[in-house]
């Protein structure tokens, strides 16, 4: 039976599709029931009904508080009975009340080396800092905002040719393989969640989660 999975979007969904496309291949034993955007004009529920998968729009600005938001969209993910929810580029900052509800059970994927670089313009940041290298990471969602244990990580060197633009770029590619390579770790219950660590095949990860290479499967 595939594992049911609720996926967040509020953009164009390019994690989305790349979930799509590894479960179409066979290389994911998953089952999208849904995918809610809380953005009506996001371009990931068009990749969502093109792949046949129930879409809802969810939009924040019809509610008073953050708190009411988040307590719809806990009753919309709970009609499907998901075993995870993925937050693919849905750009929300979760209540606590929400995130500790799908505690150990809700992913994000954030575009830095974390915890370097939490929060928004993350490859600006790094080019200004002068890093060596920058990347993504995949991680168990928290309260508080891009803190959650890491479980995997991507890098790639800043060149002085890079910009902003190129860098992420090159981002994007990097989380298409590593996102899903987490949720295929997760629904065939490898990765695991206790006490605010993240363990995978019982063994604790680093603070910094495993780097990803070709080897990993």
């Not at 049911?4 to 994690?15: C, D, M, T």
């Not at 708190?67 to 993925?86: G, H, W």
């Not at 575009?111 to 490859?123: A, D, E, M, W």
Request: some cysteine.
């Amino acid at each position: 039976m595939s594992f049911p999975i609720v996926v967040l979007i509020s953009g164009s969904g390019s994690n989305l599709q790349a979930l799509i496309d590894q479960s179409l291949q066979g290389q994911l034993n998953i089952n999208i029931c849904a995918v809610i955007s809380n953005k009506a004009d996001a371009y990931g529920l068009e990749r969502a009904k093109a792949a046949g998968i129930p879409t809802h729009t969810l939009n924040h600005k019809s509610f008073d508080s953050r708190e009411a938001f988040d307590a719809e969209l806990q009753k919309l993910i709970d009609q499907y009975q998901p075993k995870l929810v993925v937050l693919a580029g849905f750009m929300r900052i979760l209540t606590e009340t929400f995130a500790q509800h799908y505690e150990g059970r809700m992913l994000n994927i954030h575009p830095s080396l974390l915890p370097k670089y939490k929060g928004l313009n993350t490859h600006q940041r790094a080019i200004d800092a002068n890093e060596k290298e920058h990347g993504v990471s995949v991680h168990f969602v928290s309260p508080e905002l891009d803190a959650g244990a890491v479980i995997l990580q991507a890098s790639t060197d800043i060149t002085k040719e890079d910009t902003a633009e190129s860098l992420a770029s090159r981002i994007h590619a990097m989380e298409h393989i590593i996102y899903p390579l987490a949720v295929k770790w997760f629904s065939e219950d490898r990765l695991t969640f206790h006490d605010g660590k993240a363990f995978l095949d019982k063994n604790t990860l680093s603070e910094s989660g495993i780097l990803y290479n070709q080897a990993l499967t």
